[in-house]
């Protein structure tokens, strides 16, 4: 499709991951080693991917989603939605997204997707601010070596106010990293996301991308173009 001039030449295949530990957490004990040995797996898949898919032509994103709900769940002093076991803490979910970024090889493009939940269109706990992935965000930053091509936080439909974007002037070490807030919510389109904006003005002074707050997973196929247009027409606000 790139050669038929579809595609922008730059444009990359976008593989998205639930971390290994988000997906094992909710099964196992993390002290059994059956954490470790998933880990080896799916970094073993991903040399596969490039070996499929050059590291140029590849962008790959880590879906850090389980980690971010159960601190914010913490935070507000609710009940951890995996099992009935003491999740990990954010602090050794950010080590172990340390290591999932570490083993992307050199030249793959790589993301990081914070996120509240979304079964059902509906996040797990609401957020009181953007404060944990902010805190997730810097962890990550100050402590590995590998470049992180951008970062994304979602922004809950009904929050255009000033408050909800306030932890984002914490933000440290995003010199070669992007910030997408994903402020497009289909509901309200683009007056609904030009208040966000107007909201984010005050906490966020550099040029930032836009998406909608969970992707486009789950989405109904057919309204996927105009989707699409939506963001186009947001991100020349920007």
Same mark, same amino acid.
């Given at each position: 499709?790139?050669?038929?001039?579809?595609?922008?030449?730059?444009?990359?295949?976008?593989?998205?991951?639930?971390?290994?530990?988000?997906?094992?957490?909710?099964?196992?004990?993390?002290?059994?080693?059956?954490?470790?040995?998933?880990?080896?797996?799916?970094?073993?898949?991903?040399?596969?991917?490039?070996?499929?898919? =050059?590291? @140029? @032509?590849?962008?790959?994103?880590?879906?850090?989603?389980g980690e971010i709900v159960n601190a914010e769940l913490a935070r507000q002093e609710k009940s951890f939605f995996v099992g009935g076991a003491q999740p990990p803490s954010l602090d050794e979910g950010v080590a172990a997204l340390q290591r999932a970024c570490e083993a992307v090889p050199d030249g793959v493009e790589l993301g990081i997707h914070c996120c509240f939940g979304d079964p059902g269109g509906k996040h797990i706990v609401e957020p009181?601010?953007?404060?944990?992935?902010?805190?997730?965000?810097?962890? %990550?930053?100050?402590?590995?070596?590998?470049?992180?091509?951008?970062?994304?936080? =979602?922004?809950?439909?009904?929050?255009?106010? =000033?408050?909800?974007? @306030?932890?984002?002037?914490? %933000?440290?070490?995003?010199?070669?990293? %992007?910030?997408?807030?994903?402020?497009i919510h289909q509901e309200d389109g683009v007056e609904g996301a030009r208040r966000r904006m107007a909201a984010a003005r005050s906490a966020v002074s550099v040029q930032y991308g836009v998406a909608t707050e969970c992707g486009l997973g789950r989405i109904d196929p057919q309204i996927i173009p105009e989707l699409l247009d939506l963001h186009k027409q947001v991100s020349e606000l920007t």
């Amino acid at each position: 499709m790139k050669r038929a001039g579809r595609f922008a030449p730059e444009t990359r295949f976008q593989v998205s991951i639930p971390t290994p530990l988000m997906l094992s957490t909710p099964f196992v004990d993390a002290s059994n080693g059956v954490i470790a040995a998933h880990e080896r797996a799916v970094f073993s898949e991903i040399r596969d991917f490039v070996g499929a898919v =050059p590291a @140029e @032509e590849l962008a790959l994103q880590w879906d850090f989603a389980g980690e971010i709900v159960n601190a914010e769940l913490a935070r507000q002093e609710k009940s951890f939605f995996v099992g009935g076991a003491q999740p990990p803490s954010l602090d050794e979910g950010v080590a172990a997204l340390q290591r999932a970024c570490e083993a992307v090889p050199d030249g793959v493009e790589l993301g990081i997707h914070c996120c509240f939940g979304d079964p059902g269109g509906k996040h797990i706990v609401e957020p009181l601010d953007a404060a944990i992935p902010v805190q997730a965000i810097n962890g %990550l930053l100050a402590s590995t070596s590998r470049g992180i091509d951008w970062v994304h936080v =979602p922004v809950p439909i009904e929050r255009d106010d =000033p408050a909800y974007f @306030e932890p984002l002037k914490q %933000l440290r070490g995003m010199d070669r990293t %992007l910030l997408v807030l994903g402020l497009i919510h289909q509901e309200d389109g683009v007056e609904g996301a030009r208040r966000r904006m107007a909201a984010a003005r005050s906490a966020v002074s550099v040029q930032y991308g836009v998406a909608t707050e969970c992707g486009l997973g789950r989405i109904d196929p057919q309204i996927i173009p105009e989707l699409l247009d939506l963001h186009k027409q947001v991100s020349e606000l920007t």
